[in-house]
């Protein structure tokens, strides 16, 4: 085995290699403009990922946490409300819902795919509920119809927090497009990353799209008249023309992290641990196109396993350590441990590997060497 492989979680120089002369012609044209708000160029990066999305309306903003918080003020939900989410996602999903005043309400997810579990959100359900926010972890879009459908009984809106799932598939349709909203991240680490922080709303609604075209903009329209308060929540040009530069590669770098995925089956099947019931790989529900912004595997002693990667110069991360329900800043909700099981038990085992497109056949077999040296 050689010593020399290093394999880090994700590789942002190998893509940035692979497309300098588009991205850096895309930023020189906004220097050259110097239109740095608004204007055609975030113009332009809506109108794309609205169709990539298949959405009537895409509206830029400055992250996806803000696409989350804006989408819940668009729905005017603060306190004495309640979202029904996961507990098993980014902080950034509950913070939305905290920091409008409104109370997140938890639900489990399902073991096997991390998401939330549809039978589970009735129970939830209360007449204080205004929303209900989904996450489709991973990269994985989550059970949409039973969630949608719940919704839709109880007259709420569903905000779906896409942020790691951009181009992923549900029966066929895509994510952000069965829903009121949904919510998307060009934070650089997801499959869609821009230069710095961005997000995007996509929404089939008319109405919607204009409020929230307000809201990013302090609520105004016309200008310097505020019909209701919003924000400064604007995707700024640079981030949207590195958007729309990196999007048509986006359908390459995503069947690129699922060949990756496909080869670490393989390589795992002929190891053994599979079989054996050391390793999980993640599962593929029915019906879905899985864009692998993460390849999560299900191990025991993962914080162990993980040191003795790094040791081998192998980078993973733990998405994520501590059940959002258990977060110090949470408290005030009153969980405590056992409330979520499913949630809790995947906090613990749970173990991102390397699967960004550019990864090689060796470092993949290399990461996989490692976890075959530390288990024997
Ligand atoms: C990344 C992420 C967010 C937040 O996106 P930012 O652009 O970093 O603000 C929200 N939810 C989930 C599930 C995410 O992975």
């Known amino acids: 085995m ?8 994700l590789d942002l120089k190998a893509q940035y290699a692979t497309i300098k002369e588009e991205i850096d012609s895309a930023v020189h044209a906004v220097l050259e403009s110097q239109y740095f708000i608004m204007g055609p160029t975030v113009a332009e990066c809506e109108k794309q990922i609205a169709e990539y999305c298949n959405c009537a309306h895409a509206v830029g903003v400055t992250s996806g946490s803000d696409a989350l918080i804006i ?55 209360t007449e204080r509920t205004k929303a209900i926010i989904p996450v489709d972890l991973y990269g994985q879009c989550c059970d949409l119809d039973p969630i949608v459908e719940i919704a839709k009984r109880h007259g709420v809106p569903v905000v779906e927090d896409a942020a790691q799932a951009i181009g ?9 497009s069965m829903v009121e909203y949904g919510c998307f991240s060009f934070f650089p680490s997801k499959n869609l990353g821009a230069g710095g922080d961005g997000g995007m709303v996509v929404t089939q609604d008319d109405d ?11 609520g105004s329209k016309p200008k310097y008249y505020h019909p209701i308060i919003g924000g400064n929540f604007r995707l700024d040009a640079m981030q949207a023309a590195i958007v729309s530069a990196k999007l048509p590669h986006l359908d390459d770098w995503s069947a690129g ?73 949470f408290a005030y909700l ?25 990864l090689t056949g060796e470092q993949a077999g290399y990461v996989v060497e490692c976890i075959v040296r530390f288990y024997a």
């Open 2 to 9: 050689s010593n020399k492989i290093t394999v880090p979680l």
């Open 71 to 125: 989408a819940l003020m668009a729905e005017e939900i603060g306190p004495g409300d309640e979202v029904v989410t996961s507990p098993y996602t980014f902080f950034a999903t509950a913070g939305a819902i905290a920091r409008l005043g409104a109370k997140p309400v938890f639900v489990d997810i399902m073991p096997d795919t991390y998401n939330i579990d549809p039978v589970k959100i009735e129970a939830a359900v």
């Open 168 to 176: 992923a598939e549900y029966k066929g349709r895509r994510a952000g």
């Open 208 to 218: 919607r799209a204009a409020k929230l075209k307000m809201l990013r903009m302090h």
């Open 257 to 329: 992290r699922q060949s990756n995925a496909e080869r670490y089956r393989k390589l795992f099947d002929a190891t053994g641990l599979v079989q054996s019931g050391t390793v999980k790989l993640p599962m593929v529900a029915p019906e879905r196109r899985h864009i692998y912004n993460q390849f999560v595997i299900r191990v025991a002693r993962r914080d162990e396993l993980r040191a003795y990667l790094k040791e081998n110069n192998s980078g993973t991360e733990v998405y994520y350590p501590v059940p959002l329900h258990l977060q110090e800043c």
């Open 334 to 358: 009153g969980h405590k441990p056992g409330d979520f099981p499913h949630s809790e038990s995947a906090a613990n085992e749970t173990l991102a590997l390397p699967i960004y497109p550019e």
